[in-house]
T-cell receptor
Framework: EPEVTQTPSHQVTQMGQEVILRCVPI?????FYWYRQILGQKVEFLVS????????KSEIFDDQFSVERPDGSNFTLKIRSTKLEDSAMYFC????????????FGEGSRLTVL | AQSVTQPDIHITVSEGASLELRCNYS??????LFWYVQSPGQGLQLLLK??????LVQGIKGFEAEFKRSQSSFNLRKPSVHWSDAAEYFC???????????FGTGTRLQVFP
């Protein structure tokens, strides 16, 4: 069964460093998303991406964050200068038809900022 | 304030017992409604969704949910719980004309044999 894959599964970084989280969505999907879950808290929307551009972003998704689909298969989330409060599990999701269909989530990338 | 509320943080049931997980929302218009499940170390999986029509929706793994407009609720139910149902359950909404899923705080389900 096709699945969304995320790498790395866990990354530890120093505060102020740049981090890139990678996602390979399901191949025929057109809608892509990043969500995050701080330990013990609820899952929060970060950004949605369709037709090679951001369609919506949350207030969390400030200038330190960016997304890219560099080669038609990968979908990356970059955090330019990490802060302690960026420590969280980051989930990528993809969908064939947005929320009208089903979002398929990856298993997440755990980011720990020291 | 606009929100999705799951009043029960943690529920424990015996295997074979019935289950109901509560979800309430407070938005001006009826949003699109979803239930997701997250097993330990796994991503989120869609159980079911409601957009319109029949207010009782069937999902995967024997789950169902009922939309009640008068109560702004979308409670998840299962008649007989299995040990493998132990997981975290999230209610979520999408507001009309937006492109983001808003999650509740989750209910952790524990199942005893």
């Amino acid at each position: 069964e096709p699945e969304v894959t995320q790498t790395p599964s866990h990354q530890v970084t120093q505060m102020g460093q740049e981090v890139i989280l990678r996602c390979v969505p399901i191949s025929n999907h057109l809608y892509f998303y990043w969500y995050r879950q701080i330990l013990g808290q609820k899952v929060e929307f970060l950004v949605s991406f369709y037709n090679n551009e951001i369609s919506e972003k949350s207030e969390i998704f400030d200038d330190q964050f960016s997304v890219e689909r560099p080669d038609g298969s990968n979908f990356t989330l970059k955090i330019r200068s990490t802060k302690l409060e960026d420590s969280a599990m980051y989930f990528c999701a993809s969908s064939e038809e947005g929320y009208a269909g089903e979002l398929f989530f990856g298993e997440g990338s755990r980011l720990t900022v020291l | 304030a606009q929100s999705v509320t799951q009043p029960d943080i943690h529920i424990t049931v015996s295997e074979g017992a019935s289950l109901e997980l509560r979800c309430n929302y407070s938005y001006g218009a009826t949003p699109y409604l979803f239930w997701y499940v997250q097993s330990p170390g796994q991503g989120l999986q869609l159980l079911l969704k409601y957009f319109s029509g029949d207010t009782l929706v069937q999902g995967i793994k024997g789950f169902e949910a009922e939309f009640k407009r008068s109560q702004s609720s979308f409670n998840l139910r299962k008649p007989s719980v299995h040990w493998s149902d132990a997981a975290e359950y999230f209610c979520a909404v999408v507001l009309y004309n937006t492109d983001k899923l808003i999650f509740g705080t989750g209910t952790r389900l524990q199942v005893f044999p």
